[in-house]
């Protein structure tokens, strides 16, 4: 009898224990992430630390809780359509929005219910940023003529979606402080000669001239130049080399000499406001002045000779039939 | 204690079945390391075009960020290659895929192998660091890993994730045409070479398209027209290795 109780007791034990274990099991394993439309950038946050951390400090990230929007949005009324864009899923009908900033279901949607197994969609193409990227503002029409794009070249090669700035390639010791480092990671034979050329001397990069401001002012506060973005066709205009050569605008070699020595003693920077040329340019107007009787007659005479020089074996036989029928009366 | 004698004749008998074992064993070892990778299936190959890299290094960058490379190593570098018509040509390098792969013949613990589809991988757990694939390749395609690699990937997030594990110190790296995307995205029913998600991450960067990749078995892959329509090379083809990287060279017209 003590052998059979000694049994029964182990097989309590033993379904004690299991029962125990399953419960803690259960409790552990983990829930799925909700497979919802509705995935927000915490969810995400939870695999993609790393892009959440640069995408929050990002233009993206901050699209709807930068101060200088919501003093201008605010200004103008706190009107919807500026959500389109700036919020994430904004209906227009009732005003509500899926999530504040363009977070990660603004480009990577529809979100795949399956993820990770299945991948999160995106289009890498400038379609998807022309969504918001579209207005003339942002440069779009520039950027067509470009040849980046016509070489099909997306936004995502020199930008970084997800933080909204620059990518960087910079390598160590690098001597451009700013996107030129971009430029010459691929422009190679033009960077063989312009670290030599006296506007690398003074300190001119690549985006000085070929990333000019053309749209919006530089007034931060106005509405329309906080959508500036620079001329995306990457060409430079003769306003470009204006802004620091004004003043040699086909001024005589002093002018230019003048120039070369303020921008030497401004400590190496040229000056951006323009000296005043001292030799008058020859004035130009609509209304020309009137040609004078002597060179109209003188033109006249010119043609004349020309036409009589032609004109002259037909002329001689008028003259001789004229003289002929003269004679014969 | 009559110990038995070995009499001369029955020295040479032993030492005569002893060397042929020896001379055997050493055959059957060598015909079994120089079986070339199967051909049959899908046979993954890369086709670069010479003519449109233009030396950026975005692929460097991406291949970092996606293997989890150390800073340090290059699986994949672009060198210069001279000058064609006055304008510079580059040549992308990453491993050739051989056929023939001197590196599996010379490996002595078959830590690497031929894949089904050809690629020649490298099981990590398996490497000793004895570095005789890295002297045996002649593409240098092959990197050591003399530190290991801790702290976090300069090329994280900006360039990708990373999406193998990162390997221990004192191992011999390499390229694998991003495996795992091939594998995952046909498992997703993705066409490796179509779909960006199943294609190597250096083919996806690109922002000039110099690469394609594809089935060198299926005639209507970019890789196979590309390869019917255009003049190409590999390199060293006079090695008999065999690779499956193929380069569309820059000329003077399209340079």
């Not at chain 2, 460097?60 to 060198?79: G, Y």
């Not at chain 2, 990937?153 to 990708?160: D, L």
Request: proline letters at 9%.
């Amino acid at each position: 009898m003590a052998k059979l109780e000694r049994l029964i007791i182990a097989v309590v034990c033993a379904l004690v224990a299991a029962g125990v274990t399953l419960v803690a099991a259960e409790a552990q394993t983990p829930e799925p992430p909700a497979p919802t439309s509705s995935m927000t950038a915490d969810k995400c946050t939870v695999c993609h630390k790393d892009i959440y951390d640069t995408w929050q400090n990002g233009a993206h990230g901050q699209s709807l809780t930068d101060p200088i929007f919501i003093s201008s949005w605010e200004a103008q009324g706190s009107p919807g359509a500026c959500l389109v864009c700036h919020a994430t899923g904004y209906d227009p009908a009732t005003g509500a929005t899926q999530a504040n900033g363009v977070v990660c279901t603004a480009c990577h949607s529809p979100a795949s219910a399956n993820h990770p197994k299945d991948n999160m969609p995106i289009d890498a193409t400038p379609v998807l940023c022309g969504r918001c990227h579209s207005d003339p503002r942002f440069a779009t029409e520039n950027w067509k003529l470009s040849a980046h794009y016509q070489r099909n070249m997306t936004c995502s090669v020199c930008h970084e979606p997800h933080s909204a700035s620059m990518k960087s390639v910079a390598e160590e010791g690098s001597v451009n402080a700013d996107a030129s480092d971009l430029c010459a990671n691929c422009h190679k034979e033009a960077m063989q000669n312009f670290p030599t050329s006296k506007h690398a001397e003074v300190g001119v990069t690549c985006v000085n001239c070929h990333l000019g401001f053309n749209v919006g002012s530089t007034d931060l506060m106005d509405f329309v130049s906080t959508h500036k973005a620079p001329d995306h066709s990457f060409v430079p205009t003769l306003d470009t080399c204006n802004k620091c050569h004004s003043a040699q605008m086909h001024a005589p070699g002093a002018a230019v000499a003048a120039a070369a020595i303020a921008v030497e003693e401004s400590g190496g920077t040229p000056t951006p406001s323009p000296t005043p040329v001292a030799t008058p340019i020859p004035l130009v107007s609509s209304q020309p002045v009137p040609v004078s009787p002597f060179g109209f007659a003188g033109l006249a005479g010119l043609l004349g000779l020309v036409g009589g020089m032609v004109l002259s074996p037909w002329l001689e036989k008028l003259y001789r039939n004229l003289n002929d029928k003269e004679g014969r009366k | 204690m009559s110990q038995p004698k070995l009499n001369r004749r029955d020295f040479l008998k032993v030492a005569a079945v002893g060397a042929a074992v020896v001379a055997g064993a050493q055959a059957i070892r060598r015909a079994e390391a120089s079986t070339p990778a199967p051909s049959g299936g899908r046979q993954w190959a890369m086709v670069i075009d010479q003519a449109l890299c233009n030396g950026c290094g975005y692929c460097i960058l991406a291949c970092r960020a996606h293997n989890d490379i150390s800073p340090e190593l290059t699986w994949n570098p672009v060198l210069e290659a001279g000058q064609v018509g006055g304008k510079e040509v580059y040549l992308p390098r990453p491993c050739m895929q051989c056929s023939h792969a001197p590196c599996v013949d010379v490996c002595p613990v078959k830590a690497s192998e031929y894949r089904p589809d050809g690629i020649v991988m490298m099981d990590y757990d398996r490497c000793i660091g004895c570095r005789y694939c890295e002297v045996a390749c002649p593409y240098g395609a092959r990197a050591f890993n003399w530190k290991g690699f801790d702290g976090p990937n300069p090329a994280v997030p900006e360039w990708g994730q990373p999406e193998v594990e990162r390997r221990p110190r004192g191992v011999v790296e390499k390229c694998a045409f991003c495996y795992q995307r091939i594998d995952r995205g046909l498992s997703l029913g993705l066409t490796p070479g179509v779909d960006p998600d199943a294609t190597p991450a250096c083919v996806v960067v690109c922002p000039v398209n110099a690469r394609f990749f594809g089935d060198l078995n299926d005639p209507n892959s970019i890789v196979s027209r590309l390869l019917a329509a255009r003049p190409s090379f590999t390199l060293r083809a006079d090695l008999g290795t065999g690779p499956r990287v193929y380069y569309l060279p820059a000329t003077e017209g399209n340079a």
